[in-house]
């Protein structure tokens, strides 16, 4: 007993101390508010036009150019200051439905990777903004870099947990949140809100699974090649099976053929008995080239 209290409190002291050296890092927007800003609802169209202007037809992101653009980078931040002035906790009348609430976290997250990006030009990765003790790779980001959303501020970590997986439990955000690196998902351009954002789930999830990078299938190996993101959130992707209703037998490829495109749910009904494997992660930033 007496060694167990002694490796407990080793262990908590270790924690006490990573704690202090990797210190949250508060990233602060100094920009005024939209001159247009509305009164009464959340509007996206300024982070909606600079996508529009430097996500290419393949989804990677100019970063050079944005970056090199006093303008375009004051843009970002008079969203950004939206962002941090609002949102559905602490502005609740702003965001009158779900559609609404969750767009403003997914396209806050992804506007705050864009601007810290460009905060750090140029970068190789995103893993390369590093805690000072990096126990697990992008700690630095993900962890230790805080944003304030309304009033408060988040790691974007606890942004995708906390805020947008916990409350909105809809695995297809998988699809849209995007962490500035080859693997992640594509930059998507247009940024419904609403009732509308429900077009933009959908079709970036079969967007998604029709990449080959994310879903591939060897008939020769009998093997289906997957998205690393499928088994670090499989339990989201089999929940949202179950709610739906839908038979889990095959796990994740059951998953996949529901929202997939008809070729590839019918050749994934062919695939019974092949093995799942899972592609390593593509950290190097989503840059255009």
Same mark, same amino acid.
């Given at each position: 007993?007496?060694?167990?209290?002694?490796?407990?409190?080793?262990?908590?002291?270790?924690?006490?101390?990573?704690?202090?050296?990797?210190?949250?890092?508060?990233?602060?927007?100094?920009?005024?508010?939209?001159?247009?800003?509305?009164?009464?609802?959340?509007?996206?169209?300024?982070?909606?036009?600079?996508?529009?202007?430097?996500?290419?037809?393949?989804?990677?992101?100019?970063?050079?150019?944005?970056?090199?653009?006093?303008?375009?980078?004051?843009?970002?931040?008079?969203?950004?200051?939206?962002?941090?002035?609002?949102?559905?906790?602490?502005?609740?009348?702003?965001?009158?439905?779900?559609?609404?609430?969750?767009?403003?976290?997914?396209? /806050?997250?992804? *506007? #705050?990777?864009?601007?810290? %990006?460009? +905060? &750090?030009?140029?970068?190789?990765?995103?893993? =390369?903004?590093?805690?000072?003790?990096?126990?697990?790779?992008?700690?630095?980001?993900?962890?230790?870099?805080?944003?304030?959303? /309304?009033?408060? *501020? #988040?790691?974007?970590?606890? %942004?995708? +947990? &906390?805020?947008?997986?916990?409350?909105?439990? =809809?695995?297809?955000?998988?699809?849209?949140?995007?962490?500035?690196?080859?693997?992640?998902?594509?930059?998507?351009?247009?940024?419904?809100?609403?009732?509308?954002?429900?077009?933009?789930?959908?079709?970036?999830?079969?967007?998604?699974?029709?990449?080959?990078?994310?879903?591939?299938?060897?008939?020769?190996?009998?093997?289906?090649?997957?998205?690393?993101?499928?088994?670090?959130?499989?339990?989201?992707?089999?929940?949202?099976?179950?709610?739906?209703?839908?038979?889990?037998?095959?796990?994740?490829?059951?998953?996949?053929?529901?929202?997939?495109?008809?070729?590839?749910?019918?050749?994934?009904?062919?695939?019974?008995?092949?093995?799942?494997?899972?592609?390593?992660?593509?950290?190097?930033?989503?840059?255009?080239?």
């Amino acid at each position: 007993m007496r060694t167990t209290a002694v490796f407990l409190g080793i262990l908590l002291s270790i924690g006490a101390l990573l704690a202090v050296i990797n210190r949250p890092v508060l990233v602060r927007i100094s920009a005024p508010l939209p001159a247009d800003f509305p009164d009464h609802r959340f509007r996206h169209d300024d982070f909606e036009r600079l996508l529009a202007e430097y996500v290419d037809a393949d989804g990677n992101i100019d970063y050079e150019r944005w970056n090199a653009d006093p303008d375009a980078v004051a843009s970002l931040d008079r969203y950004l200051a939206a962002v941090s002035a609002y949102s559905p906790d602490n502005a609740p009348a702003r965001f009158p439905d779900r559609g609404d609430e969750l767009a403003y976290w997914m396209y /806050g997250y992804n *506007a #705050y990777v864009v601007r810290t %990006v460009l +905060n &750090n030009w140029p970068i190789a990765s995103v893993t =390369d903004i590093k805690a000072p003790i990096e126990a697990v790779k992008g700690l630095g980001f993900f962890f230790r870099l805080r944003f304030v959303f /309304g009033g408060r *501020a #988040y790691s974007l970590l606890a %942004v995708e +947990n &906390n805020k947008i997986r916990k409350q909105y439990r =809809d695995a297809r955000i998988h699809f849209v949140l995007s962490c500035a690196s080859e693997s992640c998902p594509t930059m998507r351009p247009r940024l419904p809100d609403g009732d509308e954002l429900e077009v933009l789930l959908a079709s970036a999830a079969e967007d998604f699974v029709s990449e080959r990078d994310n879903v591939e299938i060897d008939h020769e190996a009998k093997t289906i090649y997957l998205s690393r993101i499928f088994k670090w959130y499989r339990k989201d992707f089999l929940n949202d099976l179950a709610r739906r209703g839908r038979p889990a037998e095959r796990g994740l490829v059951d998953y996949i053929a529901s929202i997939a495109p008809a070729g590839l749910r019918a050749e994934l009904e062919s695939t019974r008995g092949y093995t799942v494997r899972f592609r390593d992660y593509d950290w190097a930033i989503n840059a255009r080239r």
